[in-house]
């Protein structure tokens, strides 16, 4: 069974450039998650997806950071304009359910803004 | 809201030593408890979990009991290896509606020969 797959790995980006991540998740898992995990950290959970719908988004900073999952299946997360703090590895994850199961994590995107 | 605790690392052990890291969570309901692993520069991996209490989770020679009591769970390993260093983070999921993941800081292990 393939995994959650994350591109690019890495990148570096001037402060106020724009950045885009995207995530494939595991065949027929409804639910997807992007976390952003801060060096040192344990991750935080930036946007929770059930199909196409959004259901958490408490903690995206709606002023610059936003995400869409396209047809229940792909998503993207996008960054306009970056900030310092921004630097941090941003990882995808997908579960078959809502409740109770385990999540599967892609190996994330390191981003580093400058 | 939900939330987890995890003892500050770093833990630094010998090979062959028991390894213990602490956990202990707050949340509304019966959660399911998980413990992720994260190797350095990759993903986190699940390493083991329990879905109600007294269940007792294992995997690769870790184990961690689901303590509704004390709200636990603590890994154990009786001998750990040096390629067992790395960053275990534990966490949490509630069993009702949209239920968020949410992980306590990561406490990181590193075993020397």
């Known amino acids: 069974e393939a995994g959650v797959a994350q591109s690019p790995r890495y990148k570096i980006i001037e402060k106020r450039q724009s950045v885009a991540f995207w995530c494939n998740p595991i065949?027929?898992?409804?639910?997807l998650y992007w976390y952003q995990q801060i060096l040192g950290q344990g991750p935080k959970l930036l946007i929770q997806f059930q199909n196409n719908g959004v259901v958490d988004d408490s903690q995206l900073p709606k002023d610059r950071f936003s995400a869409e999952r396209l047809k229940g299946v792909d998503s993207t997360l996008k960054i306009q304009p970056a900030k310092l703090e921004d630097s941090a590895v941003y990882l995808c994850?997908?579960?078959?359910?809502?409740?109770?199961?385990?999540?599967?994590f892609g190996q994330g995107t390191r981003l580093t803004v400058v | 809201g939900d939330s987890v605790t995890q003892m500050e690392g770093p833990v630094t052990l010998s090979e062959e030593a028991f390894l213990t890291i602490n956990c202990t969570y707050t949340a509304t309901g019966y959660p399911s408890l998980f413990w992720y692993v994260q190797y350095p520069g990759e993903g986190l991996q699940l390493l083991l979990k329990?879905?109600?209490?007294?269940d007792k989770g294992s995997n690769k020679g870790f184990e961690a009991t689901y303590r509704k009591e004390t709200t636990s769970f603590h890994l154990e390993k009786g001998s750990v290896q040096v390629s067992d260093s790395a960053v275990y983070f534990c966490?949490?999921?509630?069993?009702?509606?949209?239920?968020?993941?949410?992980f306590g800081k990561g406490t990181m292990l590193l075993v020397s020969p």
């Open positions: 966490a949490l999921r509630t069993n009702s509606g949209y239920s968020t993941l949410t």
């Open positions: 329990a879905t109600k209490a007294d």
């Open positions: 994850a997908s579960s078959l359910g809502s409740t109770g199961t385990e999540a599967f």
């Open positions: 065949s027929g898992h409804a639910t």
